[in-house]
C-alpha cells in the first residue's frame, strides 16, 4: 500500500496528456461467467489475472500459466498501469471469469511495438480474472482513511493513514518522512488547495479512457 501511495503522483501526471480522437473498440466474448459473482470489477480495482496472448496468426507470446514465473499478475484497472485494451474490455468482471480480448494496435502497443510485439500489432488476449480487490483509490478506501466520516481526507488523516502503512509494513514510523510524503500529496491532490483532500479529488480520474 506504501507503494501505491507513492505512485499517486505517477499515474496523475501520466494522465495530463494525449488527444481525443474516437478510439476503436475492444471485442470482448465471455468465455465462462462462474455462477456466483459477488462483486464486479470496476475502475480503481486491483485485479489478479493469468492471462494468455496471441499474435493474429494464432502464435501465443504469453502464457502466465506456463512462463518462467508462473505468476498471476495484479494491476489497477483503469488507471493505464495496463495496455488500454484491458483497461476497457476487463469491466465488470467476477472472480473467476474468463474473457477473450481482441485488441486492435491502437489500443495496446500501437505504431512502436514493444519488445517482442511487433507494430501495428492486433493482439488476442484470453484473461481469467483469480481475484478482485479494493484499488488504493476505492470508496472503500477513502472510507477507511476518513476518520471522522466527513467525507473528505485532511492532513492529520493522510498523516495516520502513513503511518498505519508504516507500521503494517513493519517500518518504524518516521515523522518527518511522513510530513513530507504528506505534503507532496497534498500538494498534487488537493486541486482546490483548501488544505482537503475531497472524495473527487482522491478518485481517478478516468475521463481519458
Ligand atoms: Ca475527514
Ligand atoms: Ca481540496
Same mark, same amino acid.
Given at each position: 500500500?506504501?507503494?501505491?501511495?507513492?505512485?499517486?503522483?505517477?499515474s =496523475?501526471? %501520466? %494522465?495530463?496528456?494525449? %488527444?481525443?480522437?474516437?478510439?476503436?473498440?475492444?471485442?470482448v466474448?465471455?468465455?465462462?461467467?462462474?455462477?456466483?459473482?459477488?462483486?464486479?470489477?470496476? $475502475?480503481?480495482? /486491483?485485479l489478479?489475472?493469468?492471462?494468455?496472448?496471441?499474435?493474429? @496468426?494464432?502464435?501465443?507470446?504469453? @502464457?502466465?500459466?506456463?512462463?518462467? @514465473?508462473?505468476?498471476?499478475?495484479?494491476?489497477?484497472?483503469?488507471?493505464?498501469?495496463?495496455?488500454?485494451g484491458?483497461?476497457?474490455g476487463?469491466?465488470?468482471?467476477? +472472480?473467476?471469469?474468463?474473457?477473450?480480448?481482441i485488441?486492435?494496435? +491502437? =489500443?495496446?502497443?500501437?505504431?512502436?511495438?514493444k519488445?517482442?510485439?511487433?507494430?501495428?500489432s492486433?493482439?488476442?488476449?484470453?484473461?481469467?480474472? /483469480?481475484?478482485i480487490?479494493?484499488?488504493?483509490?476505492?470508496h472503500?478506501?477513502?472510507?477507511?482513511?476518513?476518520?471522522?466520516?466527513?467525507?473528505k481526507?485532511?492532513? $492529520?488523516?493522510?498523516?495516520?493513514?502513513?503511518?498505519?502503512?508504516?507500521?503494517?509494513?513493519?517500518?518504524?514510523? @518516521?515523522?518527518?518522512?511522513?510530513?513530507?510524503?504528506?505534503?507532496?500529496?497534498? +500538494?498534487?491532490?488537493?486541486?482546490?488547495?483548501?488544505?482537503?483532500?475531497?472524495?473527487?479529488?482522491?478518485?481517478y480520474?478516468?475521463?481519458?479512457?
Amino acid at each position: 500500500m506504501l507503494l501505491t501511495v507513492l505512485s499517486w503522483s505517477i499515474s =496523475l501526471l %501520466a %494522465a495530463s496528456c494525449g %488527444a481525443k480522437l474516437p478510439d476503436p473498440e475492444v471485442k470482448v466474448e465471455v468465455l465462462h461467467r462462474p455462477f456466483l459473482c459477488h462483486r464486479k470489477s470496476k $475502475y480503481g480495482d /486491483m485485479l489478479l489475472v493469468h492471462h494468455e496472448g496471441y499474435f493474429e @496468426n494464432g502464435t501465443r507470446f504469453h @502464457n502466465s500459466r506456463s512462463d518462467d @514465473n508462473q505468476q498471476p499478475v495484479w494491476f489497477t484497472l483503469g488507471i493505464k498501469e495496463v495496455i488500454k485494451g484491458w483497461d476497457k474490455g476487463l469491466q465488470d468482471m467476477c +472472480a473467476g471469469e474468463k474473457r477473450k480480448l481482441i485488441v486492435p494496435p +491502437a =489500443l495496446a502497443y500501437g505504431k512502436e511495438g514493444k519488445g517482442k510485439i511487433p507494430p501495428e500489432s492486433t493482439l488476442t488476449f484470453i484473461i481469467e480474472v /483469480m481475484e478482485i480487490r479494493n484499488g488504493p483509490r476505492s470508496h472503500e478506501s477513502f472510507q477507511e482513511m476518513d476518520l471522522n466520516d466527513d467525507w473528505k481526507l485532511s492532513k $492529520y488523516e493522510v498523516k495516520e493513514y502513513l503511518r498505519k502503512e508504516f507500521e503494517r509494513h513493519g517500518y518504524p514510523p @518516521n515523522d518527518t518522512l511522513h510530513e513530507n510524503m504528506m505534503e507532496d500529496i497534498f +500538494a498534487k491532490e488537493d486541486e482546490n488547495k483548501d488544505g482537503f483532500i475531497s472524495s473527487r479529488e482522491f478518485t481517478y480520474k478516468h475521463d481519458e479512457l
